[in-house]
Structure formats: C-alpha cells, structure tokens
C-alpha cells in the first residue's frame, strides 16, 4: 500500500463519516462499489482518460519535458508551468475540508490553482498534489503527484479516495468539483451545527466564501471571507468587517510561503461559476450517452422502443440540456451590488484569453459592477468539454439557445439577458465558434 492509499484508509470509516457530516456532503450511494457511471457506455474506471494530465505524463514517459524539483514547493511550480496555469489564479482556503487535512490549517492554507481545463490543489509540506482534469469522456479525473524528489515523476490516476467526496449530490452524483462555504473555527475544522453549501453562481455574495481567504476590493458587499470563528457558537449578528475589503493577507499567515501573496476575489468568483458548469457538463454528458446507448441497444435487439420509452428518453435529455444551459446562461445569478475587484490581476489576464469578436467583444469580458460577465454566456461554449458532447446533444442545446437568444418571448428565467444582451452573444458567437449551425449564420 502507497503513502496516499494508506492516509486514505485511516481517513476512512468514522471520521470519514464525520468529515462528510460536516461538509453536509451526502454519503455516496456506494462508497466502495460501482456507480452507474462505471457501467457502459461511461466505463468511468476502466477507461482510458484523454485530458491535459494525460497528454503531460506522455510527455514525461517520453522524455520530452521535464518536472523539476522546486526545493520548498515541490513539483508544484513545474507543474503550473507545464500547464499554462497562471498563478494569478491563486486561492487559499483553509478549511480542513478535503483529502490531506492535517497539513491545513488557518495559517496554512492549501492553495488552488486552475485554468479553463484543469485545477491543482496544493498543501504546504503535503504528501502529494491533488489534481482534477477536465476531459471531454470521463468528466473530472482525478491524479495525485507524489511531492517526493523523484527521477520519473508520475500523475497516479485516483478513483475511490477522491470520489468518496467528489461524487455526491454536491456534484449531482457525478465525479465533479467542489467549492464550499463553511463557519470555521480556529483549529480550520469547519462547525457542524452552523451549517454550510456547496456554492454557485444563485448564492449571495453574503453567504460565500467562508473557510477562505478573500483580496479584493467589493464595497459594502459583505461576505464570510477571511472569517475564523473564536467562539463556541456562530455569533449573532456577526459582524465580519474585519474580513472585508481586506487586500493584503500578511497580518494573517506567513503569504512568504506561497507562490503569490493573493487569494483572488475575481479568480473565486470565475473559480465558482466554472466547477458549477462542468459538472452541469459531466451530468449532461453521462446522461445523453447513456440515453443514446439505451436506444443503439434496442435497435440491436430489433425491438421498437414503446412510446413510454421515447418519451422518457426526450425527457431525459431536454432535463439535462436545460439544466446546463442555466448554467451556461448563468440563469438566477446573484446580483451584484458594488464594483468587485481582485488584487492578483486575475482578471486582466482572464480576459485577455479572449477569443474576441470583430467589434473586440468577447465572452471572457468582466462586468463585476452588477454581475459577474458582461455578456452572461459562458466561454466554457469554447472548451473541448463541450465540443465532446454527443453531438445530438450538442444540437439541442445550440438549438435551444438560439431560440433563447432570437424569440421575442422568452421563459422569465431568461429575463435577465436584455434585447442587447441577446444581440451580442449571438455576434460574438458568430464570430468566434466555427461549429455553429448553419442557421447561426442568419439574422433572425
Ligand atoms: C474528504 C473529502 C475530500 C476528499 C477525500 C477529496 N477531496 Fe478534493 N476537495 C474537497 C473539497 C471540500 C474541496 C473544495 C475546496 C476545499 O474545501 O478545500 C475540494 C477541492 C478539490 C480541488 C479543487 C477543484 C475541484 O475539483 O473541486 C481539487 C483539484 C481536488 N479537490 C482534488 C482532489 C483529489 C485528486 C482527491 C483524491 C486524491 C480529492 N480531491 C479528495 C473534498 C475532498
């Protein structure tokens, strides 16, 4: 048994039991078993993954890249080198809330980098990296990278001992990504009793962001940001002004032993709306190509599906693209009431991704004043996640946005995207996503 399948085991039983009970995570249906993504047409196990991690140990396999050693972090700054991923990205969280908890605390918190396809996790003298990769077939697929000197380094592939917490109604019972808002108390584990969610893009900046550290600038905005409870209980009122508007963490913890001193408002914000979508991505996908593995099996058998069936599968399917597009379309989204800004220049750097249409727009364009993008529509549209839907899938959820986008009626739960707003993300998109139908191509 490993270094890490052996933490995992101690981890397990009761106080794994507790540690979901605090993070008010649903036990898995199965911890140790199959899942209904294991079975065909997923086959999440015994699956060969196709995602950035994959690509980089081929490379590592054969010698043509290099991981070097960084004496106090480790593999972590080759890592992020290897993978484009810009430690202006950089967040802190010190909630004793995930796998290698005895190296987090209130002055070590494990730091979180991430790109459009994947996100690192980091603890400060832990045992391994934790990694989570977007692919287009698999979802999330979890690695771990041993953080000892090694002349081969190697991303392990970790199923169970990552999905005991990454797969669960949090997740909508996909292997997915987690973000939490948690009261925290001095020793980082998080108080039970005082509750706490899963975060996305409809909670109020108010609840969010307890258990992490927060720069950034957001007026009288208030939120649970830089927060460590002292006392037994959860005081009422709180009062957390201490924690806002706070742009410099060092009276906090040693910010020296980070690759950055940030813990970037802008880049939580983006990290919040981006793990919600991919694993409305995941869902979406699993559920279509079972859909579509159900019906290839009745044509085998020659047998008519019964119109139940039909039905059932219609059903299914238009759920799931639904559901995705209220993420896409960032559907209910908290208000914003004063200008949001960050400390690390995340944003800049975000936005210069672009792509950007003739007239300079693009996707990636912050607004932060009301909401979070200009344009509430979201460029994981331009990611391989989402090209690698199944393509009936895919038609369906163009289809169904550009009735969105064109129809003078739209359901009230698109009220919040304005004639103008429509008009550009139609524009831009025009102009910047090559595998649109054709019917894209002309005005409505
Ligand atoms: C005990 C529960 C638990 C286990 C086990 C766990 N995680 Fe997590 N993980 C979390 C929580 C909760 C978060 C949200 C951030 C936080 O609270 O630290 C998270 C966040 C992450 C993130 C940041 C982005 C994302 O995907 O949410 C990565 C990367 C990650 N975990 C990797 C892993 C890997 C790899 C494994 C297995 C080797 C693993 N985790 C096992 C609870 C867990």
Redesign the pocket.
Known sequence: MNH?TATAWR?CGAR?AR??LC?GLAMPTLIWGQEFYDAAPIRYRDSTPANCISRLQTELDRGTRRLTYHPEHGYLPAVLRALQVPLESQTL?F?K???QVRYINVQSP?A?Y?TDDV???YCRSGEVM???AVDPQLG?V???LDQVQNDSPRFER?ID??V???STSSTGNVPG????SLYIDADGQPMVSAGGRTVDHTMPLEQRWG?WYVTGKHGTQKHLGNLVIRTRDVPQPLDNSHGHNVTDLSDRLRVDRYLTPHSDLVALMVLEHQ?FVHNRLTKANFTARQILAERAAFERLKEPLTPDQTADHARRLRQAADELLDALLWVDEAPLNAKLSGTSGYEQRFAALGPRDRQGRSLRDFDLARRVFRYPCSYVVYSAAFDGLPAELRDTLWQRLWAILTESETPPKYAHLSVADRRAIREILRDTKPELPEYWRREP
């Open positions: 890490l981890f794994l540690l979901m993070l969280v909630s809330t995930s796998l494990r979180l991430f996100y690192v996790g934790e990694i989570s999330t979890f690695y771990t970790r001992n990552c005991m917490c990454h990504h987690l973000v939490r258990g793990t």
